[in-house]
């Protein structure tokens, strides 16, 4: 038989590529050596040393690396006893307080001076002697005859140096209406020192017999004088005024007030026993029976038209009581 060549010493096998990057004391320990994973088996990574986490930098444009870290929290400086801290915030703040105080010291002084200034037209005004009223410069005008004019004069008089802005106009004219004569009165100041005080006289309608003298009355009524002898143009009423039933004097005096004024300068005379007998004189003894003071406007027309007729103007009476039949005679 023919003879085998002597072996060659076998060669140790080469480890497989994963298992090259183990460590020596693994693949030569003392215990089994675990089988190799599979190359299609899931791998798991490696376990790592919790490391600390050093900040990414990243280099500037120049060659100096910068460091980013996490945004950092303004932190209060406190500044130690003696030492020098800027002043620019306190030295704003005290001028805002000095402007403020300044903005309070001058508002106070405004509205000092305003009311300073107030209280000095107040005090010229109402109390100090320029505006007062001066008895020379008081003028009374529209008396007429019969108002009693001194006696409205002295009430004027009484506001002699009383400033006109607190002058009380109101009771003055009071007591000026209570002057016999007077129907109504208008107080207007002239400034500075002046009053003019307009009267409006009561006009009299009626010249009415008492105790011998006449009593002359206007249209509401009210005695205006007392003479001796009845004014020309003023009719006298044959009315007695004592009497208690003051109807027919009222019915009289309504019906004068009420002619117009063409009629009423021709009247000399009138009488009434009662409110519905109303008479009138007119001049040449001419006759009115007037009858009440109802519808005077209607009889005044009436009585003009036949006074104007060829037929009835020669009438010595004309009876317009019913002034839809008048009468004449």
Same mark, same amino acid.
């Given at each position: 038989?023919?003879?085998?060549?002597?072996s060659?010493? #076998?060669?140790?096998?080469?480890?497989?590529?994963?298992?090259?990057d183990?460590?020596?004391?693994?693949?030569?320990?003392?215990?089994?050596?675990?089988?190799?994973?599979?190359?299609?088996a899931?791998?798991s990574?490696?376990?790592?040393a919790?490391?600390?986490?050093?900040?990414?930098?990243?280099?500037?444009?120049?060659?100096?690396?910068?460091?980013?870290g996490?945004?950092?929290?303004p932190?209060?400086?406190?500044?130690?006893?003696? #030492?020098?801290?800027?002043?620019?915030?306190?030295?704003?703040?005290?001028e805002?307080?000095?402007?403020?105080?300044?903005?309070?010291w001058?508002?106070?002084?405004?509205?000092?001076?305003?009311?300073?200034a107030v209280?000095?037209?107040v005090?010229?005004?109402?109390?100090?002697?320029?505006?007062?009223?001066?008895?020379?410069?008081?003028?009374?005008?529209?008396?007429?005859?019969?108002?009693?004019?001194?006696?409205?004069?002295?009430?004027?008089?009484?506001?002699?140096g009383?400033?006109?802005?607190?002058?009380?106009?109101?009771?003055?004219?009071?007591?000026?209406?209570?002057?016999?004569?007077?129907?109504?009165?208008s107080?207007?100041?002239?400034?500075?020192?002046?009053?003019?005080?307009?009267?409006?006289?009561?006009?009299?309608?009626?010249?009415?017999?008492?105790?011998?003298?006449?009593?002359?009355?206007?249209?509401?009524?009210?005695?205006?004088?007392?003479?001796?002898s009845?004014?020309?143009?003023?009719?006298?009423?044959?009315?007695p005024?004592?009497?208690?039933?003051?109807?027919?004097?009222?019915?009289?005096?309504?019906?004068?007030?009420?002619?117009?004024?063409?009629?009423?300068?021709?009247?000399?005379?009138?009488?009434?026993?009662?409110?519905?007998t109303v008479e009138?004189?007119?001049?040449?003894?001419?006759r009115?029976?007037?009858?009440?003071?109802?519808?005077?406007?209607?009889?005044?027309?009436?009585?003009?038209?036949?006074?104007?007729?060829?037929?009835?103007?020669?009438? #010595?009476v004309f009876?317009?009581?019913?002034?839809?039949?008048?009468?004449?005679?």
């Amino acid at each position: 038989m023919p003879s085998r060549p002597p072996s060659r010493p #076998s060669r140790p096998r080469p480890a497989p590529l994963r298992d090259r990057d183990r460590p020596a004391s693994a693949s030569a320990g003392a215990g089994p050596v675990e089988p190799a994973a599979r190359d299609d088996a899931p791998r798991s990574a490696p376990p790592t040393a919790p490391t600390s986490q050093v900040p990414r930098t990243e280099p500037r444009t120049g060659s100096v690396p910068v460091r980013r870290g996490p945004a950092s929290v303004p932190v209060p400086v406190v500044a130690a006893r003696g #030492s020098v801290v800027s002043t620019g915030m306190v030295d704003r703040l005290a001028e805002r307080a000095a402007m403020r105080r300044h903005r309070r010291w001058r508002r106070l002084a405004w509205t000092l001076a305003v009311l300073a200034a107030v209280g000095a037209l107040v005090w010229l005004a109402f109390f100090s002697p320029v505006l007062a009223t001066r008895a020379e410069d008081v003028r009374v005008v529209g008396a007429g005859s019969l108002v009693d004019t001194a006696e409205v004069e002295h009430i004027a008089a009484g506001a002699d140096g009383v400033p006109l802005p607190r002058l009380d106009t109101v009771s003055l004219r009071t007591r000026m209406l209570d002057v016999r004569g007077v129907k109504d009165v208008s107080i207007v100041r002239d400034w500075p020192h002046g009053l003019t005080v307009r009267v409006t006289p009561r006009e009299p309608v009626a010249a009415v017999p008492d105790q011998g003298r006449f009593a002359l009355l206007d249209a509401d009524g009210v005695r205006v004088a007392t003479v001796g002898s009845a004014p020309k143009g003023v009719p006298v009423v044959t009315v007695p005024l004592d009497a208690a039933d003051h109807h027919a004097l009222d019915a009289v005096l309504a019906v004068l007030g009420g002619l117009p004024d063409a009629l009423g300068t021709q009247v000399t005379a009138a009488q009434a026993s009662t409110q519905d007998t109303v008479e009138l004189t007119l001049r040449k003894g001419v006759r009115v029976v007037w009858g009440s003071s109802q519808d005077s406007a209607l009889k005044v027309r009436v009585l003009e038209a036949l006074r104007s007729a060829k037929q009835t103007k020669h009438a #010595s009476v004309f009876d317009v009581s019913a002034p839809t039949l008048p009468v004449t005679r």
